[in-house]
């Protein structure tokens, strides 16, 4: 009996096998665009073919494209192909005004037209930005003190990278990024470890002018450091911090798995607006 029981519930198992066949979107082979318009600056869009990680090497460029710009919905110009650093960029003449919105529309023999647009924001307002030595356990670091004047009622992003530079900088350019943690224990990503890039809104602060303190990893007692801050529109944030996630969070194979922001019609990528601007601390 035991043994036909057994079989009974074998066979009732097996019955209930089902195969279930999940759509996932192929991404590879699409157009991808690369541009952050920086104000007062000439865009340079990168463009290349999406692969898959794992075949090697970069990702394929895409040399035959007719890349238009505009500005305020009026075209400007096709942009020109140049190489640097042997990459492939197609880059304009113009200059990228501050409150402007410029578009690029992408044409592919054998694709749907591309496009992405965004506006440029205006440099962020900075008060005192200053660096002291800080005493560790094992060496000097460097805590850098930032204020931000935040412009009231509307909705602002930033991101902040620090950098070691050489005494010639900028004749030199010479540069380095600088690992550093936010200086607030309660913050809940930037205080855990070192990074090389911090992101925040101003849910917090609208209107005011707050301080944030950073640690830097290490600090040479009479180094130059730059700080860099960019004010970011609302997609090159969510791009740019997006992709900081993947990066952080994709490492491990416990970690909810996190999407980066893409804002390209019939393609993948970004096309952002940035106002970056850098200040040198000498001491």
Partial sequence: ?????????ILAVCSCK???TIDIPNEINKPVINLLINKDSVLMARLTFSSYIGMGGSFPEIHNAVVKLYENGLF??????????RDMFYKSTIKARAGATYRIVVTIPGYPEVQGSDVVPEEVVTGKITVKQVAGR?????????????????????????????????????KSLVPFASGDPKDGLFSKKDRTEYFIDDALFDGRSPRFSFLMAWYSPGEKVMVEISTLTYSSYTYLFTYFMAREKNEDPLAEKVMVFNNIANGLGIVGGIALRNYIIDK
């Fill in 76 to 85: 400007q110009e096709n942009l020109d192909v140049i190489v640097k650093d």
């Fill in 1 to 9: 009996m035991k043994i036909t029981l057994y079989l009974l519930l």
């Fill in 138 to 174: 094992a060496d000097i670091k460097g805590l850098v003190t930032v204020e931000l004047h935040d412009k009231q009622g509307e909705k602002n992003y930033y991101r902040v990278r620090i950098y070691r530079v050489g005494d010639d900088y900028p004749a030199r350019e010479y």
């Fill in 18 to 20: 089902k195969n279930i």
